[in-house]
């Protein structure tokens, strides 16, 4: 299993690429970087340090089942019923193909236990591309430390790894960014994994979600986008 190196510095130069960076294109000269880095960059970013859940940028949401939520000592903290896929949604739609979203996990763990074998939560980063969920990213991590990505489209559901990428971190950052149809999945800001998907649209909403009795708690979230009007 390939295990993450952590790099200092990587998420800022993803950011530079997804923003600045043409693929396949010729190194920017100066003045064409100069002119690239005039590009006016807006952030949205979460630290859960309220009481409640702030109901202008966040609202609770399921994609199939039920469970809670709660805020308190600056984590969000989600929690599902069985088969459940329940956790926040961004109320506002960002409306752009270059984006760089990240949010930390302060810990992931399954709230029953199993008859055999090791109970597994996970914690699950997501991007939708609609209001219903048929059309989404996924980017996971489990309580073993195995990654797993995956697309679904139109009601259809695709495995984009290869089964063999995880981390020894407790903490992690995941990540996904967008460049048109280039996206890269990140964890603590390093490339893991890139992806070409074509057709997917623009808009977007993020999720943050434990899938079935997965306990969750979230520290940070983070949108990074052009500027938006």
């Not at 939520?69 to 949604?89: D, N, Q």
């Not at 969750?216 to 949108?223: A, H, P, T």
Request: proline fraction near 3%.
């Amino acid at each position: 299993m390939k295990h993450f190196k952590l790099l200092g510095g990587i998420l800022a130069v993803i950011i530079g690429c997804v923003f600045f960076c043409a693929a396949q294109q010729p190194q920017p000269s100066p003045a064409q970087t100069k002119q690239a880095q005039t590009v006016a960059l807006a952030e949205f970013k979460e630290e859960f340090d309220g009481t409640a859940l702030d109901s202008k940028k966040w609202e609770q949401y399921s994609l199939e089942g039920g469970g809670t939520i709660k805020v308190a000592k600056g984590k969000l903290m989600t929690s599902g019923a069985s088969g459940s896929r329940f956790g926040i949604r961004s109320v506002q739609t960002f409306k752009t193909d270059k984006f760089v979203v990240s949010a930390k996990v302060a810990s992931v763990a399954a709230a029953l236990s199993e008859a055999s074998g090791t109970p597994t939560g996970n914690a699950v980063l997501v991007v939708l591309f609609d209001n219903n969920g048929v059309n989404r990213l996924e980017w996971i991590v489990n309580t073993d430390g195995r990654f797993e990505a995956w697309l679904m489209r139109d009601g259809r559901s695709e495995r984009l790894d290869d089964k063999n990428l995880g981390t020894k971190e407790k903490s992690p950052t995941l990540g996904i960014a967008r460049r048109g149809d280039d996206y890269f999945f990140m964890l603590n800001g390093e490339v893991g994994m890139q992806k070409k998907i074509k057709n997917l649209p623009a808009p977007f909403r993020v999720m943050l979600y434990g899938f079935g009795t997965s306990k969750d708690e979230w520290e940070m979230v983070s949108i990074i986008t052009p500027e938006q009007k």
